[in-house]
């Protein structure tokens, strides 16, 4: 399996918010963002980085 592109966390970010998730608040450089589902409430954190690490990234997207 091909290792994921190196991507920012404003990148991520904007592709999350193209799947519906909605930017909640800040704290430091961490953006935090929900989403509604039938099943109830998603939760995501991103960090504000340049590039994410490979681990956070995987995080992010399971």
């Keep these: 399996?091909?290792?994921?592109?190196?991507v920012s966390g404003k990148h991520t970010i904007r592709a999350l918010e193209r799947l519906g998730f909605l930017q909640i608040r800040q704290r430091g450089s961490h953006i935090i963002l929900k989403k509604?589902?039938?099943?109830?409430?998603?939760?995501?954190?991103?960090?504000?980085h340049r590039e994410l690490a490979?681990?956070?990234?995987?995080?992010?997207?399971?």
């Design 1 to 6: 399996m091909p290792r994921p592109p190196r």
């Design 36 to 48: 509604q589902t039938p099943n109830g409430e998603i939760g995501c954190v991103v960090p504000l």
């Design 54 to 62: 490979l681990g956070t990234l995987k995080s992010t997207l399971k």
